[in-house]
Each structure stands twice: as C-alpha cells, then as structure tokens.
C-alpha cells in the first residue's frame, strides 16, 4: 500500500510505501500523474520516501509497477530515493541502465535536500 501527495509549490510527488505494493496503489498514481501530464503540469520529479522496502503484494503487482515506471520513466525527469533500505540503496544504480529519469538516493531523513535537488531539475 502507498499513499502520495502532489506538492504544488514544489511541483514534486511524494510517495510513502506502508506496506506491500498492491495493483491498485499504481493504478491510482497512474491516474493522478497522467491527468497532471495532461493537464501540462508534468511534476519535477518523484520522491520515494521509505524507510525500508515494503515488497509486493503479489506477481501481478510487480507487473504493474513495472508498467508504471515503463509509461513515465520518459516524462518524469528525476527520482530521489530517500531510504536506508540496503535494498533501495542499490536501485538507482541498477535503474540507470533502464530508465531515461535520473535517479538519486538520500538517506531517510535528508527528505529536504531531496526536495531541493528535484526543484533544481530545470537549472532553477
């Protein structure tokens, strides 16, 4: 389970695992980051912010993930993993060969230099 929230000054998601990833969780961020693509609002970046990887609730759950980062790795321009997960550590280096957005890791309570990294993907 996930829940996000769209930050509009900072122009940035927030994502906040709390349990396994189900289907539903990227349906919704689906929708949510789609209307705002749509809308010509396309976010600076997404801010994973987990203290430790929480898994999927199933199969069918990784595939959906797997089609979410496929459909907007080329929109979103930047990542910022904030965790101490040793797991999660290791993910924007293996991503890198994957996807087009620039992926970086914080530690967990560096929430605000992530911020800050994410606002700056215009040059601003």
Known sequence: MISFQFMKDENI???EPSGPLEQSDFQKL????D?????DN??????????AFP????????IKHVKFVKQHHKKIKRVAVVTDSRF??????IARHFVAAEIRHFGYDDTE??????QTVDGN
């Not at 689906?30 to 980051?33: F, T, V, Y």
């Not at 209307?35 to 809308?39: G, K, L, Q």
């Open 13 to 15: 998601v927030i994502i």
């Open 30 to 33: 689906a929708r949510e980051i």
């Open 35 to 39: 209307t705002r693509i749509e809308e």
């Open 42 to 51: 396309i976010p600076k970046g997404i801010l994973l912010h987990v203290r």
């Open 55 to 62: 898994g999927w609730e199933n199969f069918e759950a990784f």
């Open 88 to 93: 999660l550590t290791i993910v924007p280096g």
């Open 113 to 118: 230099a992530a911020k800050r990294w994410l």
